[in-house]
């Protein structure tokens, strides 16, 4: 049974950083050729719909939205079975509730569709 839970959310002024983590159960992090799992980190602002920010492939690649490339870092810790997204120089329109998603394929970008889905952690970003 996947099981994604996010955590690391908060409340801080424009500017800030903050990191998120999502704790990973049901499956490994590192590559597998017969079970490789693609991880993501969605965002959804207040009365919008939720949008991918950034992936990352057991191999390694990632891809990021342009709202926060070179802003935003996904990495991963295989053996904490933990995934990260380092979110740095916040600003408001960062606010929203932040997803840790998770789905079973080898080309990974934040387009794709996902089937696993934490409970999300929220962030507020205040000007």
């Known amino acids: 049974q996947v099981v994604l839970v996010e955590s690391g959310g908060g409340s801080v002024p424009a500017g800030s950083s903050l990191t998120l983590s999502c704790a990973v159960s049901?499956?490994?992090?590192?590559?597998?050729?017969?079970?490789?799992?693609?991880m993501g980190w969605f965002h959804q602002a207040p009365g919008k719909s939720r949008e991918g920010v950034a992936a990352?492939?057991?191999?390694?690649?990632?891809t990021y939205a342009a709202a926060v490339k070179g802003r935003f870092t996904i990495s991963r810790d295989n053996d904490k079975h933990t995934l990260y997204l380092q979110l740095n120089n916040l600003r408001p329109e960062d606010t929203g509730k932040y997803y840790c998603?998770?789905?079973?394929?080898?080309?990974?970008?934040?387009?794709?569709?996902?089937?696993?889905w934490g409970p999300g952690t929220q962030v507020t970003v205040s000007s």
């Open positions: 049901g499956f490994a992090l590192t590559y597998n050729p017969y079970s490789t799992y693609c």
């Open positions: 998603a998770a789905v079973q394929r080898r080309d990974c970008s934040h387009s794709n569709p996902f089937l696993y």
């Open positions: 990352s492939g057991a191999d390694g690649t990632t």
